[in-house]
């Protein structure tokens, strides 16, 4: 018994740094998800076209697509970050 508790203490120790990875976002709004949805929607993605082979690249590229446009808004002068030579001043 006595080699139990051990057991289950080391655990919850060795728990502890793995459970502070976790999101600390916050929780998400719905405005947030329809937000992101229609970011994707306008890069490519169709969701409506169900779970097919394509489902996860297609998703993912999108995303992609969202995160490089938005690095360029948030960042005008840098082309290169979504493949573009940098513009010439």
Not at 4 to 27: D, E, H, K, W, Y
Not at 30 to 58: C, H, T, W, Y
Not at 59 to 84: C, K, S, W
């Amino acid at each position: 018994m006595k080699s139990f508790v051990r057991f289950a203490a080391t655990s919850l120790i060795c728990m502890g740094p793995s459970l502070s990875f976790a999101q600390s976002n916050g929780p998400v709004t719905r405005a947030q998800v329809l937000s992101e949805l229609i970011a994707v929607e306008k890069a490519g993605f169709e969701p409506g076209m169900g779970n097919g082979p394509d489902f996860p690249g297609n998703l993912q590229a999108a995303e992609a697509r969202v995160a490089a446009q938005n690095r360029l808004t948030e960042h005008p002068n840098a082309n290169h970050l979504v493949g573009q030579p940098p513009a010439q001043q």
